[in-house]
T-cell receptor, first 116, second 117 residues
Framework: AQTVTQSQPEMSVQEAETVTLSCTYD???????LFWYKQPPSRQMILVIR??????QNATENRFSVNFQKAAKSFSLKISDSQLGDAAMYFC?????????????FGTGTRLTIIP | GAGVSQSPSNKVTEKGKDVELRCDPI?????LYWYRQSLGQGLEFLIY????????KSGLPSDRFSAERTGGSVSTLTIQRTQQEDSAVYLC???????????????FGPGTRLTVL
């Protein structure tokens, strides 16, 4: 079974600064997908960014980028130019590439606080 | 268009009562997932539907939990004889199954917060 570990329960960053959230995972599969989801107080899970394991290039979405280290099974999220609206719980998630069941395995989350 | 909706938004019940949680997926989405988020925990997979069938029920924690999906659309998660440890946020997600080369995004509803007194 796959597991996802987020070792930082809470993080804080000054507005406009850069912060990196850590995530490690364990799997015996060679092909899979990794995701970062944001959950604001509204409870709505929002997809921030995703990475296909077969791609060597790190994914980037505007101010959000990942550092994907497949050999180390590490998948960190970097948020640049942090904004107040970035304050939320962030969850790292894993999905097998086996077609048919796209269930997600989540880490326990990191609560990000933005300091004005 | 409308996103995934869930009802009720909040539910308070007494220990031992049965509860039903409803999920309305995005129209046309073939796959539907239920997850549970306990306090301080990540989301835990409960059950997956493809159409009206449930090929994976492996996450249901006990036989008090059941779910069904009708017409390939609305799904209901039922918890019988609720216990205090069932208190959590129950989230539903839907997606169109993609392909290995084009994984699709799961769209989540706002969840139902269940409190068992």
């Amino acid at each position: 079974a796959q597991t996802v570990t987020q070792s930082q329960p809470e993080m804080s960053v000054q507005e406009a600064e850069t912060v990196t959230l850590s995530c490690t995972y364990d799997t015996s599969e060679s092909d899979y997908y990794l995701f970062w989801y944001k959950q604001p107080p509204s409870r709505q899970m929002i997809l921030v960014i995703r990475q296909e394991a077969y791609k060597q290039q790190n994914a980037t979405e505007n101010r959000f980028s990942v550092n994907f280290q497949k050999a180390a099974k590490s998948f960190s999220l970097k948020i640049s130019d942090s904004q107040l609206g970035d304050a939320a719980m962030y969850f790292c998630a894993y999905r097998s590439a086996n077609f048919g069941n796209e269930k997600l395995t989540f880490g326990t989350g990191t609560r990000l606080t933005i300091i004005p | 268009g409308a996103g995934v909706s869930q009802s009720p938004s909040n539910k308070v019940t007494e220990k031992g009562k049965d509860v039903e949680l409803r999920c309305d997926p995005i129209s046309g989405h073939t796959a539907l997932y239920w997850y549970r988020q306990s306090l301080g925990q990540g989301l835990e997979f409960l059950i997956y539907f493809q159409g009206n069938s449930a090929p994976d029920k492996s996450g249901l924690p006990s036989d008090r939990f059941s779910a069904e999906r009708t017409g390939g659309s609305v799904s209901t998660l039922t918890i019988q004889r609720t216990q205090q440890e069932d208190s959590a946020v129950y989230l539903c997600a839907s997606t169109i199954l993609g392909s290995l080369a084009a994984p699709t995004e799961q769209f989540f509803g706002p969840g139902t917060r269940l409190t068992v007194l």
